[in-house]
């Protein structure tokens, strides 16, 4: 036991020199940089020297002290006691493996006598910008450095810690804690074994702890990834996280988590990753959260500890979804699945994106090509519902050991219903399609309404356009029922709807264009009622197409006879009003040939005239097809 204790001393000793080197290589990098650019505002990194255990304040005057004297060369106040305080925390973190006789005890100290050598021992405070990068330098597969050798010495401490562990904490491996922080552990592992089950099979989420210079430590291997590290100290009204990641988005997404909490974060930075990490970059960002109470500090470290598991193959998850969402939503999909303890594994587990695209095979004709966005189909709203569905699916059915063959057909099947939900939406489209046309009717017999009033404010102009915008509405209105039109078989018959009622619309867009080109001069006042009269019946004909479009919308299996009436007697208003616009447009013409001299002024009359019955008339042919749908689904 006493042998045991002994080996804890130095590894608890050996933890906190690898945090004090860290440190110091920040220090210097930071100092040099600073030195590079002296107007840009350096951090003196008290809070990190605070965080790696030195007292002395000493270390916050090097930053700002710091200059450039030469092309590459540096002078940086307490350089030698900077570097004096490496070499002696190297030797701390080399003690414990060979107390403990790891096999790489050996070849640590050969490389560290090898390495210490490229550390200035002249006293002075002048430094090159090469020797900084050779101490510094983090890349595995090139020429071996301090850091280099740092992270090695890590890994063997880490290794280590689980070896001389003397006590397992609700699944921590712990030693050496003083007996106040036992009851932090607890709390930091009753959130993550609460969420633990959402990784599955996958590795990760071990943790050790220990007490070290009056502070609890928790450190978490998250994943599997070097530059992916969690580490926590905790002292009375204080929890620090300090976190790694070599992507950024998850790195954001793990802060947002903690949004209520009023976590204080400092800047991100990022540093030059080893050539073993997935990208050259890592980003480390240092939270802070000050508690009120012990009661609260428990509180904050058990929602910290089950946050954890939603970070493990986080940004795979995110480029699966991506396939289907904007990235906002996608992380939007995973912050929801954050919060309501779902997560995304289980999502991954069964198929990932496979999943939806065999369900996309089954639910539509023509299935989703790879890369096309699932929310153009269904919305941008609908499709983040259906992903938070998939995932709480995913999980729970794995949690229940529900046959995966079964969980994917439900996935899949629900996927079905999405779609079919689509093409109920469909009547919906072609609503608001019609009541767009209902606004276009308007404006053209507004407009020749204050013609015959002889108005020159200006009111055709504007109402033009009105009504080239609302043209571009429809047109979008359109677009998305042809683009559903080519999953659903049945979707086809929307498609030639909205086409004749379109082309209705388009009509009286163009008469709204024509009324801006009628001459200022004074016109016939019998002529101008005839076009009014015109422009009116069209008004009611657009309004009676859109009572039947509203009516068919309830015509399902159990209608009553009131609502097929009031869809039959709009269908035959459109009929009949398409007839009057007939009549109406031969008196038209008739008046003015009879009273206008001015070619122009016959031309653009004639076409405005033209131009509005034939908007009747393809509403006739819109109403026609309605009938003839409604009464087909129905089995008339």
């Known amino acids: 036991m006493q042998f045991l204790r002994y080996n804890q001393y130095y590894v608890v000793y050996g933890l906190s020199a690898n945090d004090k080197i860290k440190y110091y290589f920040t220090l210097l990098q930071t100092a040099q940089s600073h030195a590079d650019h002296p107007g840009t505002g350096s951090s003196c990194l008290s809070r990190e020297r605070e965080t790696a255990g030195i007292t002395s304040d000493f270390f916050d005057r090097i930053v700002p002290g710091s200059k450039k004297t030469g092309p590459s060369l540096y002078e940086i106040p307490g350089l030698n006691s900077l570097l004096n ?20 005890a050996k070849e640590y100290r050969e490389r560290l006598k090898s390495l ?23 890349e595995k597969g090139g020429p071996d450095s301090l850091h280099v050798l740092l992270m090695d010495m890590h890994k063997s401490l880490n290794t280590l810690q689980k070896l001389i562990s003397t006590e397992t904490i609700a699944g921590a491996m712990t030693y050496n804690l003083r007996e106040p ?26 943790t050790t702890a220990t007490s070290t210079n009056g502070r609890l430590v928790i450190q978490n291997d998250i994943g599997v990834t070097d530059a992916h590290v969690l580490v926590i100290h905790a002292e009375p009204g204080l929890v620090r996280i300090t976190y790694t990641d070599i992507h950024m988005p998850r790195l954001q997404f793990f802060q947002g988590l903690f949004d209520s ?27 802070h959260y000050y508690s009120v109470d012990g009661d609260d500090q428990g509180r904050f470290l058990e929602f910290l500890g089950s946050r954890i ?40 587990q069964l198929g990932g994106e496979k999943l939806i695209y065999d369900g996309l095979e089954m639910a539509a004709r023509m299935p989703l090509r790879y890369g096309e966005p699932l929310h153009q189909i269904l919305g941008r709203e609908k499709t983040i519902e259906y992903f938070q569905w998939v995932l709480n699916a995913s999980t729970q059915g794995l949690l229940a050991n529900h046959p995966r063959l079964l969980i994917q057909d439900e996935i899949k099947a ?6 079919h939900s689509a093409h109920e939406n469909l009547m919906e489209i072609c609503e608001s399609h019609a009541i767009l046309t209902v606004e276009l009717a308007m404006a053209v017999r507004d407009s020749l309404l204050h013609i015959e009033r002889k108005d020159n404010s200006g009111f055709t102009e504007r109402t033009a356009r009105r009504a080239k915008n609302w043209e571009s509405e429809a047109d979008c209105l359109v677009s998305k029922v042809r683009s559903l039109s080519l999953r659903f078989e049945a979707a086809r018959q929307y498609t030639d709807l909205i086409n004749m009622a379109d082309d209705a619309l388009d009509f009286l867009e163009e008469a709204s264009f024509f009324t801006t080109l009628v001459p200022k ?16 019946i069209a008004v009611k004909g657009s309004q009676e197409y859109l009572k039947a479009v509203i009516a068919s919308q309830y015509l399902t299996k159990g209608y009553s006879r009131e609502e097929m009436r009031d869809f039959i007697r709009a269908i035959d208003r459109v009929i009949s009003l398409e007839r009057e616009a007939d009549e109406a447009l031969r008196k038209t013409e008739k008046v003015i040939l009879l009273e206008t001299t001015d070619y122009k002024e016959l031309r653009v009359f004639f076409e405005i005239a033209k131009i509005i019955e034939n908007s009747t008339n393809s509403l006739m042919k819109a109403a026609f097809a309605l009938r003839e749908n409604v009464l087909e689904s129905l089995n008339w």
């Open 181 to 206: 922080d036992k009851d932090l552990v607890v709390a930091f592992m009753s959130g993550l074994n609460r969420t633990a089950p959402l990784k599955f099979d996958h590795p990760g989420l071990g």
């Open 309 to 348: 598991v939603f970070l493990i193959d986080w940004n795979r998850a995110r480029k699966r979804l991506r396939s289907f969402l904007p990235n906002k939503d996608c992380v939007s999909v995973l912050r929801w699945g954050a919060e309501h303890e779902t997560g995304h594994m289980g999502f991954l």
């Open 414 to 419: 629900e996927l079905l219903r999405y779609f």
């Open 261 to 287: 909490w009023k976590v204080v974060w400092e800047d991100t930075r990022s540093k030059k990753a080893g050539a073993d990490f997935e990208k050259k970059l890592y980003h480390l960002s240092t939270g």
């Open 521 to 536: 001069s004074t016109h016939s006042g019998r002529l101008l009622k005839e076009l009014v009269t015109l422009g009116e």
């Open 116 to 138: 210490i050598k490229e550390i200035p021992d002249d006293g002075g405070e002048s430094i090159s910008g090469q020797v900084i990068a050779q101490i510094t330098a983090g």
């Open 85 to 104: 305080d490496v070499k002696t925390c190297f030797h701390e973190m080399l003690a414990p493996v060979e107390k403990y006789g790891l096999s790489e």
